[in-house]
Structure formats: structure tokens, C-alpha cells
């Protein structure tokens, strides 16, 4: 963006908005997505990429591809077709390493996210009869509160003992680091893993990954990330700050479809331990003799040594064109934008100066990504139902938070404004 929009003038326009837009460089971006539409045709505001990402239009070309090549070569297809099937993976691996600050042997797309969280703790969460305990945050999403708590059952111990949340103090709603440190000071011999979603799916928000990353080291842990509502949002940095594993999912702000794969970080410190446990499956072995199949398994180097199966192409051909988008728009400048926007909606919706809302979001751009979590005091799902009406896609809660997500690759500052004054509609109906 050419110009900081809040030296602008009538910040509370559509004028404003507008002249944002205007000097968005990103916002020919927005083309290149299919946006939802209402029954007469009108764009909806789409404010649910924290869920799921909208459809890159290239990506039914790419898909297209895939298809035709099967269609035409069969079984050849493995090694004939034009993106060949059999290193398929790799084609993602460089621009996906660039989303998460990783090197490229660090990182592999593979499985869904739990299942890649599973096979992450099978080789990262080695208890003893002293180390045993987990750590997440009280709020954590459910899937990963059910994957340890899962972990921890089959080793033997009782999640009410072994598992430990990080809470926020009473009365709020963000987790602080001086309550980790605390919890560490009294736990920290007992504890085996920290495990934390880097960008909470219902606060919004992010946490200092390096400071949680040197304090679980320092206290002998291991330590790993769920980047589900991370990646493609904030620059997560995983080799930098040195956490030992990630996992994340591909169809919030990736855009690669509903359902569609995950992908895994190993830091190189563990790429050649072949000693690690590890549920292995023939992916992960060596490429020059694994269709030799009398060989012993004989791991890959590197996060590829974490693959079972052989991938699904027509998958990963969609999260190929979403990440082939990121590398052309490049990943700092839709940072970049992603601050001005985000800090534009809680501009907004801080001038309703309506006493029933509440972001709950932390303000700093560092502590957040693009997600801002409303909370409704006296509020229920009909509120949100309201807003679905007005021609807003958003994403409720329980029991109370309205979580809105504007993506800096498709949303644009008209949308922001929209949204706020359609919630100010409903709120004062």
C-alpha cells in the first residue's frame, strides 16, 4: 500500500474505505477469488477465512489438469504427468517453507491436521514416570484438547492429572506469559510437551512463540504448535524460534478446500534421528528403493520421514494454486496490509460505542493475526443469524463471540465497512 490510509480523511466513510482501496496494491488480489453472492447477485462479506478460505479461481484449472492427465495417461501419470504424481509433494514444499519460516527439509504437506498431531506426539511426547504432563491452553480448540488428552490416556496416565491448562487470570480472556513462567516454575520437572495453538481460534490470539519455545527448553520440555489458525495469517518463524514440531490445516487461510490436507514442521535438530519413535509408513522411506519392496524401512531424512501414504493429488493441486497466489502477492506485503485492515475494523466497531460489545481481541498487531473476536453481552445466536441475514458471512462462538476474519488476499476495506455498519443495524434492531 502506497499510502497509510489513516492520514486519510472521514476515516468513518464509505469515501475512506473506498480511497483505501483505491490505494491497495493488493486489491487486484481480490479477482482472483470466487466471493460469494447473495440471491440478487450482491457480494456477500465474507469474513470467514478463519474457517474456511474462499476458492482460488485457478483452482479448478489446476485440478483440470490433474484429471486430464489421468484420464490420458492412467498409472503413468506417476511419472509422465505434468506436475508428476510421485514427487507431487515437493511442488509445494518451497512456498509453503516461506509461510512458516521454515527450511524446506523442515517441512512437508501430508494427512490432516490431528492425525499429523498424533504422529508428532507419538515421536515428541516421551514420557517417563516423573516427565509425563502436557501443557495446552485453557481454551484450546477441542480437537487438539481431545489428541493429547487421547496421548495421554494411551501412556498409561490420567488426563486429569497429567493434562495442565494455561489459563488467562480470572475475569479475562488472554492467556499471559507470567502464567506459563508459573506454571513452569512449579511444573517444569513434570512436564514432557507444551503444546499450544499459536493463534487461539477464539480469542484471536497470538502467542509469543519464541519466549513459550526458550521456557519449555529451558525447563527441559519439548515443545510443538497448531498452527491451524496460524498459517497464511501470521509469520509464525518455526526455525528461528526453535520449536520442535507444527502441524496445521490448509483450508482456513490457505483456500485449498474444505477438508483438504495438512502440513507438518520438524526442526532439522531432529532430521536425522532415525532412533525417534515414529508410526512409519512407506512414504517416509528412502525414494531410491522404496518400490523395492523387500528393503527394511530406511527413513527419509528431514519431515518427509514423517509420510505414511502416498498423497492425494487432486488436494494437493488445490493448495499448489493457493500457494502459488501467497508467492505472488508475497507474504509480508499481505501482513502488512492484514495490520491496516484488521486495525481498521476495530476502529470501527470501537467508535459504535455501543456498551454490548467487546473485542476481546488483544490491540497489539503483534498479538493478533486478522481474526477480532466480538463479544455480545446478552447475546445468542439469533444475533449472528441477524447478521447472516444482512449479507454477512461470519462465524459464531459459543457462548457470546462473533469472530470476524478480514483476509488481506480477497477482503477489502469496503467490506470492513460494510460489516460495521450492518452490525450496527442489527444491534440497535
Not at 216 to 243: E, Y
Not at 251 to 275: D, Q, W
Not at 318 to 334: Q, Y
Not at 379 to 401: C, F, M, N, Y
Request: charged fraction near 25%; hydrophobic fraction near 35%.
Amino acid at each position: 500500500m502506497n499510502q497509510d490510509p489513516i492520514k486519510l480523511n472521514n476515516l468513518y466513510t464509505s469515501e475512506y474505505a473506498q480511497q483505501c482501496d483505491a490505494q491497495d496494491s493488493l486489491a487486484p488480489f481480490r479477482e482472483r477469488f470466487h466471493i460469494p453472492k447473495d440471491d440478487e447477485g450482491e457480494e456477500l462479506v465474507y469474513f470467514c477465512g478463519n474457517s474456511l478460505g474462499l476458492q482460488p479461481k485457478i483452482t479448478a484449472q489446476y485440478i483440470s489438469e490433474e484429471l486430464d492427465d489421468w484420464a490420458t495417461l492412467g498409472v503413468e501419470g506417476h511419472t509422465e504427468a505434468k506436475h508428476p504424481w510421485m514427487p507431487y509433494h515437493e511442488f509445494l514444499t518451497e512456498n509453503m517453507a516461506k509461510l512458516v519460516g521454515a527450511k524446506p527439509s523442515e517441512v512437508v504437506v501430508m494427512n490432516g491436521l490431528t492425525a499429523n498431531l498424533h504422529l508428532m506426539m507419538v515421536s515428541f511426547y516421551q514420557p517417563t514416570p516423573e516427565r509425563y504432563k502436557i501443557i495446552i491452553e485453557k481454551d484450546a480448540f477441542p480437537s487438539d484438547k481431545y489428541a493429547v488428552e487421547s496421548q495421554l490416556k494411551f501412556h498409561g496416565f490420567d488426563p486429569n492429572d497429567g493434562l495442565i491448562l494455561w489459563s488467562p487470570p480470572h475475569g479475562e480472556e488472554i492467556c499471559r506469559m507470567e502464567e506459563l513462567e508459573k506454571i513452569m516454575n512449579e511444573h517444569g520437572n513434570e512436564v514432557a510437551l507444551i503444546m499450544i495453538g499459536t493463534t487461539n481460534y477464539y480469542s484471536g490470539q497470538h502467542f509469543p512463540m519464541k519466549q513459550i519455545v526458550d521456557l519449555g527448553h529451558h525447563h527441559g520440555s519439548l515443545v510443538g504448535f497448531d498452527l491451524a489458525h496460524g498459517v497464511g495469517n501470521i509469520q509464525p518463524d518455526l526455525h528461528k524460534v526453535g520449536a520442535d514440531f507444527a502441524v496445521w490445516c490448509t483450508y482456513k487461510y490457505l483456500n485449498s478446500g474444505p477438508g483438504s490436507l495438512g502440513g507438518c514442521f520438524v526442526h532439522e535438530r531432529h532430521a536425522n534421528k532415525p532412533e525417534l519413535n515414529r508410526f512409519a509408513g512407506w512414504w517416509g522411506h528412502n525414494k531410491k528403493t522404496r518400490f523395492n519392496m523387500r528393503h527394511e524401512f530406511d527413513v527419509l531424512p528431514g519431515a518427509e520421514g514423517w509420510q505414511l501414504s502416498n498423497p492425494p493429488i487432486l488436494s494437493m493441486a488445490a493448495i499448489r494454486a493457493s500457494l502459488d497466489i501467497f508467492n505472488d502477492a508475497g507474504f509480508e506485503k499481505l501482513r502488512e496490509k492484514s495490520i491496516k485492515l484488521t486495525g481498521y475494523l476495530e476502529k470501527l466497531v470501537n467508535q459504535l460505542d455501543n456498551e454490548r460489545i467487546n473485542i476481546i481481541t488483544p490491540t497489539n498487531p503483534n498479538e493478533r493475526g486478522c481474526q477480532l473476536s466480538i463479544q455480545v453481552k446478552d447475546a445468542d445466536k439469533s444475533l449472528h443469524s441477524q447478521l447472516t441475514d444482512a449479507g454477512v458471512i461470519s462465524d459464531w462462538r459459543e457462548p457470546d463471540v462473533i469472530r470476524v476474519a478480514p483476509v488481506p488476499l480477497y477482503n477489502s476495506f469496503m467490506d470492513v465497512y460494510k460489516f460495521v455498519k450492518r452490525l450496527e443495524k442489527v444491534l440497535n434492531t
